[in-house]
């Protein structure tokens, strides 16, 4: 299937869901992004901010980059006069810094901030004592220039569905806790980002608004193999 066929396939399947497709365009060429942007989509992810900026440069303005990836304090602000969402907060210390630098621009940034779901060392984010800290600092609640949409996660890469509803499931009720004690009646509170490629329609059925999903778009990567010259026994 051709991405703008994708694209098109799940912009139907989301829409009746009321659920954000963000295309995950890491690695992807501009020419691939472009047949994207034709079909109609204009949410894409970026992990690296160095190829955020090189895309955001070449590419069409009305475009929301998100930020999905880890993000680190130094690279903010290469990013904070133009990103539309930061999905990946995962501490004081970078709310802060994406404070700073959207008052310097003039600007509200979006932000999500991650929580640690999965059974795996790699992975980023608050547990849920570190999100209740946060969310109570002094420090937080006089920032201007950030507004938490909601919050983030991402699941154990596993096949074990039980294991990913499970972990679905905590985030959504996570997230139902944090709007009825922190953001009552507030109604941009309201995003719910989790489930990929792989185990998106888990995260839909659990209470996810917003899919972050890369290849299932524009196609799985191709690995290319070389063959050195002295392997040929």
């Known amino acids: 299937m051709s991405i703008a066929l994708n694209i098109e396939t799940l912009q139907k399947e989301l829409k009746t869901m009321d659920v954000t ?27 690296m901010v160095q190829e955020l ?17 880890h993000l680190q304090t130094n690279k903010v602000k290469y990013i904070a006069h133009f990103v539309a969402m930061i999905e990946s907060v995962d501490s004081l210390k970078l709310l802060k ?6 008052a ?28 209740i800290e946060l969310l109570r600092d002094e420090e937080f609640a006089a920032m201007q220039h950030v507004r938490i949409r909601g919050l983030m996660g991402i699941a154990t890469n596993t096949e ?23 953001y ?6 309201d995003t719910l980002s989790m489930g990929m490629s792989s185990d998106y329609k888990l995260a839909v059925e659990n209470g996810s608004n917003m899919v972050r999903l890369g290849s299932t778009v524009f196609g799985k990567r191709v690995v290319k193999h070389f063959k050195l010259k002295d392997d040929d026994n």
């Open 184 to 189: 009552r009646g507030v109604e941009s509170f």
């Open 97 to 102: 810094e994406i404070d700073k630098h959207a």
């Open 53 to 69: 900026l090189e895309k955001e440069e070449a590419l069409p303005k009305d475009i929301a980059w998100h930020l999905i990836g």
């Open 21 to 47: 497709l963000v295309a995950v365009s890491k690695t992807k060429p501009v020419k691939d992004i472009l047949e994207a942007y034709a079909a109609g989509q204009r949410v894409f992810g970026e992990n």
């Open 160 to 182: 074990n569905e039980k294991v990913i509803k499970e972990e679905f499931y905590e985030l959504k009720m996570l997230f139902d806790g944090i709007k009825t004690s922190f």
């Open 104 to 131: 310097k621009h003039n600007r509200v940034i979006d932000c999500l901030l991650q929580v640690y779901i999965a059974d795996e060392d790699s992975k980023f984010g608050l547990d849920h004592a570190e999100l």
